[in-house]
């Protein structure tokens, strides 16, 4: 597909209106529509701005179409096979486990994925806070994914290549369906999570977020999210710092042993 086609499929994948992306873009609607049909080309800081926004490189906003996995995940598999031996330690910077997103996703969409609210914003909230939960429970990484400071909450950058790649090896089935007025993308399960790949902590945490959590509808989630530290002290389009979980309120501490910092 071409460029354009590709960032209008973008933005219906990501929900957001043209108006909502000539804003972002700084540009007027009738310009970015322009775009989208092909008759105006985009500068290269309104292109950064896409980038960010999708989680795509430049090189795939060029060619118009996402890599199955992109280069940044392979890198991310091939530095975490290499560090797999390394003593751990309180990680800054999340190092994503390609293998285990797949994993807790599939496992998710196993126990409420068939739940009417649990759309594709929905599930971006429950990852978020199965990951930034179990790193201030625990100090230590489950996922590791990177979330972006988007305006409905964190959104995780890797998420529409890694379920391409699920999709494309029957792992996942992508469904449009309703939710009262509202379209939804939802994702079906085609095989059970290989619950080796979790702990038994882990699996317990990842039940406690979807027993809070899972039948929250999108907008609560969303709004919920922007209370919590991560999200209230990025900047628009930042990728959230981990390390920020250790200075949240009660209202969304998880640690036993919390207290103000």
């Given at each position: 597909m071409s460029k354009y086609t590709f960032i209008k499929q973008l933005r219906e994948d990501a929900g957001f209106s043209?108006?909502?992306?000539?804003?972002?873009?700084?540009?007027?609607?009738?310009?970015?529509?322009?775009?989208?049909?092909?008759?105006?080309?985009?500068t290269l800081p309104q292109a950064e701005v896409l980038s960010r926004m999708y989680g795509v490189s430049l090189d795939e906003l060029q060619q118009g179409k996402r890599m199955s996995i992109s280069k940044a995940v392979e890198k991310e598999i091939q530095r975490t096979e290499l560090q797999a031996d390394v003593p751990k330690e309180r990680i800054i910077m999340p190092h994503e486990n390609v293998k285990k997103f797949k994993e807790v996703?599939?496992?998710?969409?196993?126990?409420?994925?068939?739940?009417?609210?649990?759309?594709?914003?929905?599930?971006?909230?429950?990852?978020?806070?199965?990951?930034?939960?179990?790193?201030?429970?625990y100090e230590?990484?489950?996922?590791?994914?990177?979330?972006?400071?988007?305006?409905?909450?964190?959104?995780?950058?890797?998420?529409?290549?890694?379920?391409?790649?699920?999709?494309?090896k029957g792992e996942i089935e992508e469904v449009e369906?309703?939710?009262?007025?509202?379209?939804?993308?939802?994702f079906l399960p085609r095989r059970q999570a290989d619950l080796s790949a979790l702990s038994g902590q882990e699996k317990a945490l990842i039940d406690d977020v979807l027993n809070?959590?899972?039948d929250k509808?999108?907008?609560?989630?969303?709004?919920?999210?922007?209370?919590?530290m991560p999200w209230l002290v990025a900047k628009d389009r930042e990728v959230l710092d981990y390390e920020t979980v250790f200075y949240r309120n009660d209202s969304?501490?998880?640690r036993d042993d919390h207290e103000s910092l």
């Open positions: 043209q108006e909502k992306l000539s804003e972002e873009l700084g540009m007027a609607r009738v310009s970015y529509i322009a775009v989208e049909k092909g008759e105006k080309d985009i996703l599939l496992y998710i969409l196993g126990k409420v994925g068939s739940k009417p609210n649990v759309g594709m914003t929905v599930l971006y909230k429950l990852l978020y806070f199965i990951d930034f939960d179990y790193y201030e429970k230590t990484q489950l996922i590791g994914a990177k979330y972006m400071k988007n305006t409905h909450g964190p959104t995780p950058v890797t998420f529409a290549a890694i379920v391409d790649a699920m999709k494309s369906s309703k939710y009262f007025q509202y379209d939804q993308k939802k809070r959590l899972s509808s999108a907008t609560e989630l969303s709004n919920y999210s922007h209370g919590d969304y501490s998880v």
